[in-house]
């Protein structure tokens, strides 16, 4: 009997656990942080986020790859209420990666795809109440001249 609890044991310690497995290679990681920088085709974007807070803490640069499948949402305070809400609520609303703007608080899910960060999801924050959050139908008809 002592025989086999020390043989346990032993392979307890051998045998890396789950969580161990999963600190060492994760699938998705989260990225916070601002905007720096968009590419032109609208295939990556640029975060700046900083790292742990110490005293030679400097801001790390990302660049997240994006791709057709890559859910992009602005989340933005509503002042009126929605049926069944509050005023204040948060609202989200679509967001086409042509709108993503340097200078946006943005929170990225990625995974590693060969060797390159990718974003799954990313939420676009709006630090100021808005009166109404935006359709993309609306944005782009405000943005467009003669309408």
């Known amino acids: ?43 990556a974007v640029t975060l700046e986020e900083f790292g742990p807070l110490a005293p030679k803490s400097r801001p790390i640069k990302l660049v997240i790859g994006l791709t057709s499948t890559t ?26 990666a042509t709108e993503l703007k340097p200078g946006a608080f943005a929170t990225v899910k990625t995974a590693k795809r060969d060797g390159r960060l990718i974003a799954v999801e990313i939420t676009v924050v709006s ?18 001249p003669g309408k």
């Open 127 to 144: 630090p100021t109440p808005a009166r109404s959050v935006a359709t993309p139908e609306q944005r782009s008809a405000s943005a467009t």
């Open 1 to 43: 009997m002592r025989h086999i609890v020390i043989a346990l044991l032993l392979a307890g310690l051998l045998v890396p656990g789950a969580g161990q497995a999963a600190e060492t290679t994760p699938a998705e990681m989260t990225h916070s942080g601002m905007i720096v920088a968009t590419g032109r085709d609208a295939k």
């Open 71 to 96: 859910k992009i949402e602005l989340v933005a305070r509503s002042a009126a209420a929605a049926p069944g809400d509050w005023p204040g609520g948060f609202r989200e609303t679509p967001l086409a």
